[in-house]
């Protein structure tokens, strides 16, 4: 058991897309990526999601339910995974599961992800390592991101300065210098607020290439005053989500009289203006910047990024080997492997945490 080298990643990120799996191999130095597969939700799932991200009569009863299907779902992704790849699972040391995320609130001391361990470790006959993130909480941290000292394992260079940054629902960046500390820290929204803009006047899960918000033209008052709430100011490290930047939130500044595709252009504005000014104010020195997440498929935003950020060479992590829909699962079976050999899964100076901390509930097989 001790000499099994092969970890299975589970994320279900805040898009509510869906569960992304990877099977990586961590053999001697190489963390290599052996196969991936895709379990998309559907409207009604995602939808169920949503609704607890609010408090709502029979709340915890809904969300025991929906943990329990989840884990099904995350078992199915396992199967896949393993008939893609030919794999038997008695090669497979562990799965790392992220759960998904309802409510983050780290000021009140908790992080919910949804997701039964016990049961996905008795659906699947396999370790199962989850709840990473309440350790650092309780060590006084954020809970989040956990993603950059996977991003430092993997992405640091000793020659290059880089950053990694994350574009999920909720956008994230791991500041990886040539030497001395990393460090990293949620920027803001992602693609959350234009997923959610698209949905209610397209009927669209998301705005493809950026296609839409291309059509638009930013609204500059609207954007300067969604800036101007005080996460963007805060300094690291610091960590966000959806109680923070939701539909509701954006449309107590909407006069009702904007043209829905300029909104959309405001909003993707949004995000890239917190990423590059995250950047520049933080990440000083860096040559290269590698996105991954659904965001580093749209080409606006990355045309916007490139124009905020002149010199700096802008990529997809694809460019040095993790293609960028696979990076945040890679990260949770990296997790995973960390807590079974009882290393370290949080960096202090990104999360805030007392201290260097053990990651993860294991249930073991």
């Not at 099994?4 to 990526?33: E, H, Q």
């Not at 060590?139 to 993603?147: H, S």
């Not at 949004?270 to 590059?276: C, D, F, K, P």
């Not at 905020?308 to 993790?322: F, K, S, Y």
Request: hydrophobic share 40%; glycine share 12%; proline share 5%.
């Amino acid at each position: 058991m001790a000499g099994k080298k092969r970890f299975i990643g589970l994320m279900s990120g805040t898009s509510l897309d869906g569960i992304d799996a990877v099977l990586m191999d961590f053999s001697g130095n190489l963390n290599r990526v052996v196969g991936d597969a895709f379990i998309p939700y559907d409207d009604r799932l995602r939808s169920q999601l949503l609704a607890l991200h609010h408090p709502h009569s029979g709340e915890l009863h809904d969300a025991a339910i929906l943990g329990n299907q989840l884990s099904r779902m995350y078992a199915q992704a396992v199967d896949e995974l393993l008939r893609k790849t030919k794999i038997a699972r008695q090669e497979i040391r562990a799965i790392g599961c992220h759960g998904q995320t309802i409510r983050h609130r780290p000021d009140a001391g908790y992080t919910i992800q949804l997701g039964n361990g016990a049961l996905l470790a008795e659906l699947t006959g396999v370790t199962v390592v989850c709840d990473f993130r309440g350790r650092d909480i309780a060590a006084g941290g954020e809970g989040a991101p956990l993603v950059p000292a996977f991003h430092a394992a993997v992405f640091s260079h000793r020659s290059v300065h880089r950053v990694v940054v994350n574009i999920g629902g909720i956008a994230n960046l791991s500041d990886l210098p040539r030497s001395g500390d990393v460090s990293g820290f949620d920027t803001g929204p992602g693609n959350a607020l234009m997923d959610a803009w698209i949905q209610r006047h397209l009927g669209k899960p998301f705005d493809k290439d950026g296609a839409w918000a291309k059509s638009g033209r930013p609204d500059e008052k609207l954007l300067n005053t969604l800036l101007a709430h005080d996460f963007f100011s805060r300094k690291p490290p610091k960590s966000t989500g959806r109680e923070t930047f939701h539909l509701p939130w954006l449309e107590q500044y909407l006069t009702g009289r904007e043209r829905p595709e300029d909104v959309q252009a405001t909003l993707l504005a949004l995000t890239a203006t917190s990423i590059a000014r995250s950047v520049q104010s933080y990440c000083a020195g860096a040559t290269e910047i590698y996105l991954c997440g659904g965001g580093a498929h749209s080409g606006a935003l990355i045309a916007v990024l490139k124009a905020m950020l002149p010199g700096m060479l802008i990529a997809r992590t694809d460019e040095l080997g993790v293609g960028a829909d696979w990076v945040e699962a890679c990260a949770f079976a990296w997790l995973a492997h960390q807590a079974l050999q009882r290393r370290p899964g949080n960096l202090p100076a990104v999360t805030g945490a007392r201290g260097p901390r053990i990651l993860g509930a294991i249930y073991p097989n």
